[in-house]
């Protein structure tokens, strides 16, 4: 006899762990359906192992969706300090690191186990290493038919994620099922991924492989200054990873070598330099790691000395160091992205209840939704919210 549920949660990731036990707290008999055989394996590796879970300061603006507005909702609901009580309860420990982003002090699994104890404590049901098959809406019911027989449930919430990296069983099941029932899904791309140069940028960068440096890392009007990461493909490090999510291919991204400095004060700088006849390799080397000064130099051919230098190359000089224009050549793909931009247009979701709007009982929250978060826990918070403002409403 197939079994029924008041609630099957397709995907035992972060929105579906926190949906789950929110929707099964509220009295409904939940069941989480997932194909891996662990749930939540992108907190496991996350942040490093430590899971950047969440930030002092979340706003709409750290978002990236068609509507703006549809997360403001969902996110002034549950708000951070929200999902730091709840871990607080629990006895996590946990650190706030630069920019406001909450860390596990230990694992990342002990946050696993919360949302596990959670559920436990609600009373829901697991289902893993279950393949989809089919899902079919009949007599107001879905029936999921799996490898391991058919589900049926009054509603169903998929919170299968993206498409970014495949080898954490991240599938696009999420988008079929969205088309599958009529709703629209935007155009996906890879966000918060490095960036590759091309064969003539790589030859002269690759062997700064592994060099970092701070920079103010600028695309499409929005900066960030943090750190960027040569790596043998092109660059990548937090600067790169929160422009990635705003480049369009074939754009420029502007760096900022000295982000200490706008170009009006770096000529000023320079200016003094040129008066005191100091090395500007050398002044350089205060704040770039010497190999980088080396290859710059090599790659922009300037006075080593300024005394006869003139003014307007000394201007030259500092708008080269303050606006340096790159042209990446692509992304690294889904297969080093942490997360997917674009996914099921949030036109056709109530941002209360997470609800389709064509499609009765049927749910879409965390990342398959079309909204992004920036570096910093924020795609979390995402899951977090999404999935206690979806899991209140069943
Ligand atoms: C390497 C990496 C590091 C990251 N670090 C951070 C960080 O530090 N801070 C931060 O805020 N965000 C981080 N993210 C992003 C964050 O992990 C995601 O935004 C978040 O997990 C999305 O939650 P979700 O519930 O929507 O999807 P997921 O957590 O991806 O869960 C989706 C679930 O659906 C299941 N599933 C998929 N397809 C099927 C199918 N066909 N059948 C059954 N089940 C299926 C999967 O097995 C998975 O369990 C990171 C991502 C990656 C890849």
Redesign the pocket.
């Known amino acids: 006899m197939t079994p029924h549920w008041d609630v099957i949660v397709?995907?035992?990731?972060?929105?579906?762990l926190m949906c789950s036990a929110q929707a099964a707290y509220s009295g409904n008999k939940v069941l989480v359906?997932?194909?891996?055989p662990k749930?939540?394996?992108?907190?496991r590796?996350?942040?490093g192992g430590k899971?950047?879970?969440?930030n002092v300061d979340v706003s709409p603006d750290h978002f990236i969706c068609q509507n703006p507005h549809f997360v403001k909702s969902a996110l002034s609901r549950y708000p951070s300090t929200a999902f730091v009580e709840l871990v607080e309860r629990h006895g996590l420990a946990y650190e706030i690191r630069g920019g406001g982003k909450y860390f596990c002090a230990e694992r990342a699994s002990d946050l696993i186990q919360i949302l596990r104890t959670e559920c436990d404590w609600a009373g829901v049901h697991f289902q893993l290493k279950?393949?989809?098959e089919s899902v079919q809406y009949r007599g107001g019911k879905y029936f999921l038919n799996t490898s391991q027989g058919t589900f049926c449930a009054l509603k169903l919430v998929v919170?299968?994620?993206?498409l970014?990296?495949p080898k954490?069983?991240?599938?696009g099941?999420?988008y079929e099922l969205a088309k599958q029932f009529g709703l629209n899904v935007i155009a996906t791309s890879p966000g918060?991924v490095p960036l590759t140069f091309s064969d003539q940028w790589q030859a002269r960068f690759s062997e700064l492989s592994g060099l970092s440096m701070t920079v103010c890392a600028q695309v499409a009007g929005r900066s960030f200054t943090e750190a960027m990461l040569f790596t043998h493909k092109g660059l990548s490090g937090p600067a790169i990873l929160q422009v990635s999510n705003y480049w369009q291919q074939g754009e420029a991204i502007i760096l900022n070598t000295l982000p200490a400095y706008s170009e009006t004060r770096l000529y000023q700088a320079f200016i003094e330099l040129k008066q005191s006849g100091e090395s500007l390799s050398k002044w350089l080397n205060q704040f770039w790691p010497k190999r980088f000064t080396q290859i710059w130099l090599e790659v922009y051919p300037m006075e080593t000395v300024l005394s006869n230098v003139s003014n307007e190359r000394l201007q030259h000089y500092a708008k080269q160091l303050t606006h340096w224009m790159l042209f990446p050549a692509n992304t690294a793909g889904y297969d080093k992205?942490?997360?997917t931009l674009g996914g099921v247009d949030t036109d056709d979701i109530s941002s209360k209840t997470f609800e389709s709007k064509q499609q009765p009982n049927l749910y879409f929250?965390?990342?398959?939704l079309d909204v992004t978060?920036q570096?910093?826990?924020?795609?979390?918070?995402?899951?977090w919210a999404s999935?206690v403002a979806c899991g209140l409403a069943l």
Do not use: M, P, R, Y
């Open positions: 397709l995907g035992a990731g972060a929105s579906g359906l997932d194909h891996a749930v939540a394996a992108k907190i590796i996350s942040g899971c950047n879970f969440t279950t393949q989809l919170a299968t994620g993206a970014s990296f954490l069983k991240s599938t099941i999420g918060l992205a942490e997360v929250i965390g990342e398959v978060g570096l910093g826990g924020f795609n979390f918070q995402w899951a999935g």
